[in-house]
């Protein structure tokens, strides 16, 4: 670990190409939340630092080599060459990290996260090639033709369940669309975030391109979101928070681009591969311990088959390795802390005071780290458990009679982010893909993602769509030049 260390530069946020120390001097430690122990500290950002780092931002957006030098091959370029120091030399570092601060499997880490990332920055680095505008026949003897230009200066705050990955969702987009970024990761998970800074100077994206400033939410999230030189907010994470932004950002009518909760539904048909399914409703439910935005959260199961369907994936509950996450058979680390924890065991207990069973699971093991059991609650569609986003790993199981019951129920919630569907029957999974109210349907399958194909929320659970073109049209704006020929 002491190598890992080297890399870190303790309490310094990297701003404009230099790594500063917060203005007011203050830093905090970020924790393991596998052993709580603290791993180092990191800057305390205040206001005076959101200033710096927009003054930063808009000075390489108006003057600086990224769009006044750079071509759009010369930007694709430098983010193919972030994608490969990703991919290859330090994608164990940068798994490790993430690891130690978020506490997710290595297994996950190093196979899944860290990889994903760097195909978001090869994915998105040969869009920037590819990004124009249209030539239009307009009525009357003129020309018409569109461009389509970057924002500006982007502020992107991040959650902790995919600190890394969903920072790359929004920057690597950003970044090839031309634009400059303040990223703002969570306050209990920002090393990754500062690693891929300095990363993305040693690719060749000049300074004050992407700049990371750490620090709470509520100190240096809000003023980046009420300063008028930051043109866009790219945000995920809790309705709330969305909510309060929303409110903010209208000061200054800056575009958003919204990805919040969710409480998606899983459908069990009776007709399905039952076997595939239930693996299915575990991960759903289970992968990165339910702290994910999309987990199938309320799971439907046909009453035909609901008991024996529960029978299984009890089992596939009880026998997830959970435990150290630098060991790489765990598959379930802990929550992010003791706070989420406790917010999640509250959920159970009012779950089971509405009238919910608690099939398995529903307690924190003895020791170290804040884990949770995997938990099963019978309960129904109804109650508080099955209407509020609990983000760990307690999924509602919920039986249903007939195809119109499992759209109704399935719709009946604020969220629709996406949600999932299990039958062999091709039209009844086209018919309910059409149905439910949701940014993606998995049809036999769940938690799928492709940095090329589009992410993002129905209702509560935001607006603007993340990844594929639809995420770099998110971040332009469409100019109409008009030519008079008479
Ligand atoms: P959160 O409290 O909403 O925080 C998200 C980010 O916003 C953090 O960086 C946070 O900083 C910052 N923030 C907090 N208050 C702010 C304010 N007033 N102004 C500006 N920024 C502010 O969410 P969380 O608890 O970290 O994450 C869990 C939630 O995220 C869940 O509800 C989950 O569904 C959602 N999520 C959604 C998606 C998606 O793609 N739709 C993906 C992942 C997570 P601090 O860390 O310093 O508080
Ligand atoms: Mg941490």
């Known amino acids: 670990m002491s190598e890992l260390h080297s890399t870190l530069r303790p309490g310094r946020l990297l701003i404009g190409g230099e790594w500063l120390s917060a203005q007011n001097g203050a830093t905090r430690a970020t924790v393991n939340p596998a052993t709580e122990e603290k791993i180092t500290d990191v ?84 869009w920037s090639t590819k990004i124009h505008g249209d030539t239009i026949p307009p009525r009357g003897n003129a020309f018409t033709y569109t461009l389509r230009e970057p924002i500006g200066v982007i502020g992107v705050i991040v959650p902790w369940n995919f600190p890394a990955l969903m920072a790359s969702w929004k920057i690597a987009a950003a970044l090839a669309a031309g634009n400059t970024i303040i990223l703002k990761p969570a306050e209990l998970t920002p090393l990754t975030a500062l690693r891929i800074g300095g990363l993305a100077l040693e690719a060749g994206i000049p300074p004050g391109v992407l700049n990371v400033i750490t620090g709470k939410g509520t100190v240096i999230g809000r003023p980046l979101v009420r300063h008028a030189g930051v043109d866009k907010i790219s945000f995920t994470g809790s309705t709330p928070v969305g909510q309060e932004i929303m409110r903010e950002a209208a000061g200054t009518v800056k575009r958003l681009t919204l990805e919040l909760g969710g409480k998606s539904p899983n459908v069990v048909f009776a007709d399905a591969d039952l076997e595939a399914a239930v693996r299915g409703a575990a991960t759903g439910i289970f992968y990165n311990k339910g702290e994910v935005c999309a987990a199938g959260s309320r799971l439907f199961i046909e009453e035909s088959v609901r008991d024996e369907f529960l029978e299984k994936l009890k089992g596939r509950a009880e026998a997830l390795k959970y435990g150290d996450p630098f060991d790489p058979k765990t598959r379930l680390g802990p929550q992010i802390s003791a706070g989420q924890r406790d917010s999640i065991l509250g959920y159970v207990a009012k779950g089971r005071s509405e009238g919910a069973s608690v099939m398995t699971g529903g307690e924190a093991p003895s020791g170290k780290g804040y884990f949770v059991k995997p938990t099963i609650l019978a309960g129904n569609n109804d109650m508080t458990v099955a209407r509020e986003e609990i983000f760990g790993p307690v999924v509602v199981a919920i039986p249903f009679g007939s195809f119109e019951d499992a759209v109704r129920l399935s719709n009946t919630t604020a969220f629709g982010l996406a949600s999932g569907v299990w039958t062999r029957d091709v039209k009844k999974a086209h018919r309910y893909a059409r149905q439910v109210k949701a940014g993606t349907v998995w049809v036999n399958t769940y938690n799928m993602y492709d940095p090329s194909v589009p992410f993002g929320g129905f209702k509560a659970s935001g607006f603007g769509r993340e990844l594929g073109a639809e995420a770099v049209h998110n971040y332009t704006e469409t100019k109409s030049v008009w030519i008079d020929l008479n």
């Open 43 to 126: 800057a305390d950002g205040g206001e005076a630092d959101v200033e710096l780092a927009v003054q930063a931002a808009r000075k390489a957006f108006d003057s600086g080599p990224w769009t006044q030098k750079m071509t759009a091959a010369d930007r694709g370029r430098a983010l193919y060459k972030l994608a490969q120091l990703i991919a290859g030399p330090h994608r164990d570092e940068l798994a490790e990290l993430e690891t130690l601060d978020c506490g997710k499997p290595i297994s996950e880490t190093k196979n899944i996260d860290i990889p994903m990332v760097a195909e978001m920055f090869e994915y998105f680095a040969g």
